[in-house]
C-alpha cells in the first residue's frame, strides 16, 4: 500500500523551497505527496512534479509582511505584533483548510514549516487517531530550553553554565511578560481548535508537540541543549538545485584572483532597499584592496546606486562558483544563504534585525562562523571593521569549513526519509 503525506508550507520561498526538496524525495521512493502553501507557488510546486493546494487568501499572507509600502517589524515588534501576523493571524484559516484537506484524502504524515500553526488543530485527538506529524525547521530552532535564552532575542548563551541558566531564567520570565499578548492570542487559537493549552509554556513550545522535530541544520551551528527534545534531529540544509543553471556574466573570469573577493547580498526577500546592507558594503570596501561582487536577488541590475571601481553586479551569479572563489559574505541573514556559504568554508558578516534574521544572526555569532553587525542598517565603518577582521583572522574561514564539513556528512533528506519512513513502519 502507497504511503501518503501532507507537506504544509507558509508562503515563502526560505519555506516552499526545503520543503520541495523533502516532497521530491518521498516522491521518488514512491509516496504519494500533496504540498499545501499560497498560490503564487502553484507553479513551483508543480513544475517539481508535486501536487499543489492552495492555501485560502487569509492564509496566504506571510509573502506580503514587510512588502510594498508595509513595513518589516524590527526588534521587539518582531516578536510582538510580528509573531502574531507571522504565526497566529493564518493559523485559523490554515487550521480548518488542514481539517479538510485530511477529511478529503487522509494521510500518514503531515510535515510541517515551524510557522505553520494550524497543525495544532491534530493534537487535540489521541496520537493513534491522527497522522503522523514531523516539525520542519527550516530557520533558527526555538525551543525553550535551560541553556538558551529564549527565542526572539538574539541573545547568545553564556560560556558559564551556572550563570548562563540564571541569567536565561530570568530573561524568560520578562520575555513571557513582554509577550503576554502573543501567549493569550495563541491559547485562544489553540482552545479554538480543541488542542492543549501552553500551561505557561513560551510561545515557541507547542513545536515539540511534533513527534519528529527536523531541524534543517547541523548541530555545530544550533545551541547546545542538555534538557533537547528526545525527538529532535539534525539533517543539515535541504540544498535545492536550480532549476536552470546561472550563467556568468563577462565580468566573472576576470576577477583577480590575488584579490580577496567580498561577496554582498540581501538575497530575493529583504531586497528592496539597498541602503539597509549592499550600498553602505560597497562604500565600505570602494577604498579596500579587495574585489566585491553584488547580486541583487532578480532585480535589475541597473537599480543599484553607481558601482566603485572594484565592484561588480549581477542579478543572479552561479552560486556554487561564486562562493568557491569567495573570502567573505556580507548578508542580511537568510538562513539557506548561510548554510551555502559555510558549505563552502566561507565566513560571514551579518546585518540582520527583522523576521527570523535576529536569531540567525545570533547563531553566526556563537558558531564563530562570522561578525554579527547587531543592526539591520549597518554603517560603513562597521562593515569596513568587520570585513576586515574576517580577513585578518583565520579561525573565522577555519570555522565556516568545519561546519561546511558536518554540513556535507548530515543525513539531508535521504535521512529525514529514511526516519518517517521508520516512523510509519512503527506505527503498522
Known amino acids: 500500500m502507497t504511503s501518503s503525506a501532507l507537506i504544509c508550507s507558509m508562503p515563502a520561498v526560505g519555506h516552499v523551497g526545503p520543503l520541495l526538496v523533502v516532497a521530491t524525495e518521498l516522491q521518488r521512493r514512491g509516496w504519494d505527496v500533496r504540498l499545501l502553501t499560497g498560490a503564487r507557488y502553484r507553479s513551483m510546486v508543480e513544475a517539481a512534479g508535486i501536487r499543489f493546494l492552495p492555501l485560502p487568501p487569509e492564509a496566504d499572507t506571510l509573502d506580503d509582511i514587510g512588502t510594498g509600502d508595509d513595513v518589516r517589524e524590527r526588534g521587539l515588534a518582531t516578536i510582538n505584533r510580528g509573531v502574531e501576523r507571522a504565526f497566529l493571524d493564518p493559523a485559523g484559516p490554515a487550521a480548518a483548510t488542514l481539517e479538510h484537506v485530511l477529511a478529503e484524502e487522509p494521510v500518514d504524515v503531515v510535515l510541517h514549516d ?152 540581501q538575497g530575493t526577500v529583504a531586497n528592496t532597499d539597498y541602503r539597509e546592507v549592499i550600498e553602505p558594503t560597497l562604500t565600505a570596501l570602494a577604498d579596500l584592496p579587495v574585489q566585491v561582487a553584488v547580486t541583487t536577488g532578480g532585480r535589475a541590475v541597473e537599480t543599484l546606486p553607481p558601482l566603485p571601481a572594484n565592484a561588480f553586479a549581477a542579478s543572479y551569479l552561479p552560486y556554487d562558483e561564486l562562493l568557491a572563489r569567495t573570502s567573505v559574505l556580507v548578508t542580511n541573514g537568510g538562513y539557506g544563504g548561510l548554510h551555502h556559504a559555510m558549505r563552502h568554508g566561507v565566513p560571514i558578516v551579518i ?58 556528512a548530515a543525513p539531508g533528506a535521504v535521512g529525514l526519509v529514511d526516519d518517517v519512513e521508520a516512523m510509519v513502519a512503527a506505527r503498522a
Open 114 to 265: 515551524m510557522l505553520f500553526l494550524g497543525v495544532q488543530t491534530l493534537f487535540g485527538r489521541p496520537r493513534s487517531e491522527r497522522p503522523l506529524t514531523v516539525m520542519c525547521g527550516i530557520t533558527a530552532a526555538g525551543f525553550s530550553s535551560r541553556d538558551t535564552p529564549p527565542y526572539g532575542l538574539g541573545i547568545t548563551p553564556l560560556r558559564q553554565p551556572v550563570l548562563n541558566r540564571l541569567r536565561n531564567r530570568v530573561l524568560g520570565v520578562t520575555a513571557k511578560a513582554v509577550l503576554r499578548p502573543v501567549h493569550r492570542s495563541l491559547d485562544l487559537f489553540l482552545a479554538g481548535v480543541g488542542a492543549p493549552p501552553l500551561n505557561g509554556a513560551f510561545f515557541m513550545d507547542v513545536l515539540s508537540r511534533s513527534d519528529l522535530l527536523a531541524q534543517f541544520t547541523v548541530e555545530e551551528f544550533e545551541y547546545p541543549r542538555t534538557d533537547a527534545p528526545d525527538n529532535l534531529r539534525f539533517y543539515g540544509p535541504m540544498a535545492t538545485a536550480a532549476a536552470r543553471p546561472t550563467p556568468a556574466p563577462a565580468w566573472f573570469d576576470e576577477l583577480d584572483p590575488a584579490l580577496p573577493l567580498v561577496h554582498v547580498t
Open 351 to 408: 546585518a540582520g534585525d527583522s523576521e527570523d534574521k535576529v536569531e540567525t544572526s545570533a547563531r553566526v555569532q556563537h558558531a564563530g562562523v562570522g561578525v554579527n553587525l547587531r543592526t539591520g542598517r549597518p554603517t560603513p565603518d562597521a562593515i569596513r571593521s568587520a570585513v576586515q577582521r574576517i580577513l585578518g583572522d583565520p579561525r573565522y574561514a577555519a570555522r565556516a569549513r568545519a561546519i561546511g564539513d558536518a554540513i556535507e
